[in-house]
Nanobody, 124 residues
Framework: QVQVVESGGGLVQAGGSLRLSCTVS????????MAWFRQAPGKEREGVSC????????QYADSVKGRFTISRDNAKNTVYLQMNSLRTEDTAMYHC?????????????????WGQGTQVTVSS
């Protein structure tokens, strides 16, 4: 049984930083990409960042480029999202998910397992 657990969210002032973590267990494939998505109230889920299994390929949404950094520690089955220079528009529930295969995509349907998410709220 695959489990995905996100943590690290919270309330932060604009310009501040947060580091999200996501631990995955139960995935039997050796190589798989991981992605962070976010969903704000009344909006669709959007892809934020993605990283392939060995970190050779990372992708970012235009809105977070230069501010967010994705990384992973395969020994710990954990992926991180370092978020700097946070803006009020970054406020959302953040979810991570393992991809079906080892490439990045922004389609949520490519990610069969999801965690409960961690809330990020950025105040002005």
């Amino acid at each position: 049984q695959v489990q995905v657990v996100e943590s690290g969210g919270g309330l932060v002032q604009a310009g501040g930083s947060l580091r999200l973590s996501c631990t995955v267990s139960g995935v039997t494939r050796e190589y798989y990409a991981m992605a962070w998505f976010r969903q704000a109230p009344g909006k669709e889920r959007e892809g934020v960042s993605c990283i392939t299994s060995q970190g050779g390929n990372t992708q970012y949404a235009d809105s977070v480029k230069g501010r967010f950094t994705i990384s992973r520690d395969n020994a710990k089955n954990t992926v991180y999202l370092q978020m700097n220079s946070l803006r009020t528009e970054d406020t959302a529930m953040y979810h991570c998910a393992p991809h079906r295969q080892n490439y990045c995509s922004w389609s949520p349907s490519d990610y069969p397992y999801w965690g409960q998410g961690t809330q990020v709220t950025v105040s002005s």
